[in-house]
Nanobody
């Protein structure tokens, strides 16, 4: 069974940094599926869940939503089966629960992964940015 576990959330002041990590179990990066997209969504109170950043297993392509471009960086460590999100220059509007999600049947440039395409979710980790 595929399982995703997030870690690294917390409370930080505006302008600070956090690094989120998503550890996958039940499948091995680059071995068990031909191509997939994996990455991060977030959901702020009273708002819909939105895609933040994704990375492709097939070509390493990445996607960032406009509001985080230049501040967030996604990376993948095949040896550890993890996907990390380095978040710099955090803003209060980045406050949300961050979820790791994976689409196990995704080919080509990763693009934006729709919520309905996510096959497995993590439990989420809270990120709070104070002003």
């Amino acid at each position: 069974e595929v399982k995703l576990v997030e870690s690294g959330g917390g409370l930080v002041q505006a302008g600070g940094s956090l690094r989120l990590s998503c550890t996958a179990s039940g499948f091995i990066f680059d071995d068990d599926f031909d191509s997939y997209g994996i990455g991060w969504f977030r959901q702020a109170p009273g708002k819909e869940r939105e895609g933040v950043s994704f990375i492709s297993s097939s070509d390493g392509s990445t996607y960032y939503t406009d509001s985080v471009k230049g501040r967030f960086t996604i990376s993948r460590d095949n040896a550890k089966n993890t996907v990390d999100l380095q978040m710099n220059s955090l803003k209060p509007e980045d406050t949300a629960v961050y979820y790791c999600g994976v689409d196990l049947h995704r080919w080509g440039p990763v693009g934006q992964i729709a919520i309905n395409d996510v096959e497995y979710w993590g439990q989420g980790t809270q990120v709070t940015v104070s002003s």
